[in-house]
């Protein structure tokens, strides 16, 4: 295993952790708890989400491409007494079906992914017709210039100090641009983190 992939994941639950407490927890909950059905989550890292879950889902299914971030979230499903599987996949390459999910959950994701338009595209033909892709993501600033110049800027060193992130993606953009239909979307702050990663957009895309 990679010393930095291992580094970055146990480095991830310390740094979000204000973020977490100062409201990112609480959203994580409003969002995850429409989940419905057969559910995957893309990009699951440490399992933040995890104990949002509601009980009762078909199945859960938990995808994450970095083996490190992988078994940190084997462990959490362990000590929060869940029952999820753990797939080692990427979100643009997801091994599964078409139309085999109610439900898709991105938090954060989406920003990281290489390819974007592919990962969007693999989450629209995994979804059932009428299910949901449930986003949490920060996106490029549209009310800040300043902030979004600063976005761009920074775009390769925050990649490097990111694990591969991109703070001035138009993820909404992306998605309006797919075959899923996107609902009205809830801007936020991700208060307790850099400004970088601010706005935050959140809600629904219906497939
Ligand atoms: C900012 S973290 C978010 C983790 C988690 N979703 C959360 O809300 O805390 C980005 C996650 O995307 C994962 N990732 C990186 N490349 C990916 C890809 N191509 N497909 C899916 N996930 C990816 C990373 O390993 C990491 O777990």
Redesign the pocket.
């Known amino acids: 295993m990679d010393w930095f992939d291992r580094f970055s994941a146990l480095a991830y639950d310390p740094f979000?952790s204000r973020g977490e407490r100062r409201g990112m927890r609480a959203r994580r909950a409003a969002l995850i708890g429409d989940a419905r059905g057969r559910v995957l989550e893309?990009?699951?890292?440490?399992g933040?989400?995890v104990e949002h879950y509601p009980t009762g889902l078909d199945e859960l299914v938990l995808?994450?491409?970095?083996a490190a971030?992988a078994d940190l979230l084997r462990r959490r499903l362990v000590t929060a007494g869940r029952v999820a599987t753990v797939v080692e996949a990427?979100?643009?390459q997801l091994p599964f079906p078409d139309a085999s999910f109610d439900t898709v959950v991105s938090?954060?994701?989406l920003c990281?992914?290489?390819d974007p338009h592919a990962?969007i595209d693999e989450i629209a033909r995994v979804l059932r017709p009428g299910g949901s892709l449930l986003f949490v993501e920060h996106v490029r600033s549209t009310d800040s210039p300043r902030l979004a110049r600063w976005q761009d800027r920074l775009e390769k060193p925050w990649a490097v100090f990111a694990?591969?992130?991109h703070p001035n993606r138009d993820t909404l953009a992306l998605l309006s641009e797919s075959p899923l239909r996107v609902a009205p979307v809830d801007t936020s702050r991700w208060d307790g983190m850099p400004a970088i990663v601010r706005p935050l957009v959140s809600g629904r895309a219906i497939a």
């Open positions: 979000l893309i990009g699951a890292g440490t933040l989400n995808a994450e491409p970095i971030m990427p979100a643009e938090t954060m994701v990281t992914v290489e990962a694990a591969g992130c």
